[in-house]
Nanobody
Framework: QVQLVESGGGLVQAGDSLRLSCAASGHSFSNYAMGWFRQAPGKEREFVAATSWSGSHTYYANDVKGRFTISRDNAKNTLYLQMNSLKPEDTGVYYC?????????????WGQGTQVTVTP
C-alpha cells in the first residue's frame, strides 16, 4: 500500500495562488492513478482533479477547469495541484488519493488532508 501526506495549504485571498503537494511513500507511486478531492464545511467530499499513472491524462471538475492544474513527478513520488485564481468557494480540506485500479472510481488510499481557506 501507499502512504500519502499533503502539504501546502494555507490562508489566502481571492485571486491568489497556492500549490499543494502530496508526498507518497511505500508501494511504487507510479502504480497508481492519483486524484485530488476537497471537502467544504457542511458539504460532502467532491472530486477536483485526477491524473493517470504517467501524468499524460488529466481530468478536472468543471468549476476548477482552467484554474487548477494537476501534475505528478514519479521520480520524486509527489503529486501536485497548482491552484490559480482562487475563489472563496474553493475553501475546504484538500485530500490526495491513490487509485490502484486506474479507473478513477474507487480510491483506496487517502492522505490526512490540508486546509485551504480563501477569503473574499
Amino acid at each position: 500500500q501507499v502512504q500519502l501526506v499533503e502539504s501546502g495549504g494555507g490562508l489566502v485571498q481571492a485571486g491568489d495562488s497556492l500549490r499543494l503537494s502530496c508526498a507518497a511513500s511505500g508501494h511504487s507511486f507510479s502504480n497508481y492513478a492519483m486524484g485530488w478531492f476537497r471537502q467544504a464545511p457542511g458539504k460532502e467530499r467532491e472530486f477536483v482533479a485526477a491524473t493517470s499513472w504517467s501524468g499524460s491524462h488529466t481530468y478536472y471538475a468543471n468549476d476548477v477547469k482552467g484554474r487548477f492544474t494537476i501534475s505528478r513527478d514519479n521520480a520524486k513520488n509527489t503529486l501536485y495541484l497548482q491552484m490559480n485564481s482562487l475563489k472563496p468557494e474553493d475553501t475546504g480540506v484538500y485530500y490526495c488519493a491513490a487509485d490502484p485500479d486506474h479507473d478513477y472510481q474507487i480510491y483506496d488510499y487517502w492522505g490526512q488532508g490540508t486546509q485551504v481557506t480563501v477569503t473574499p
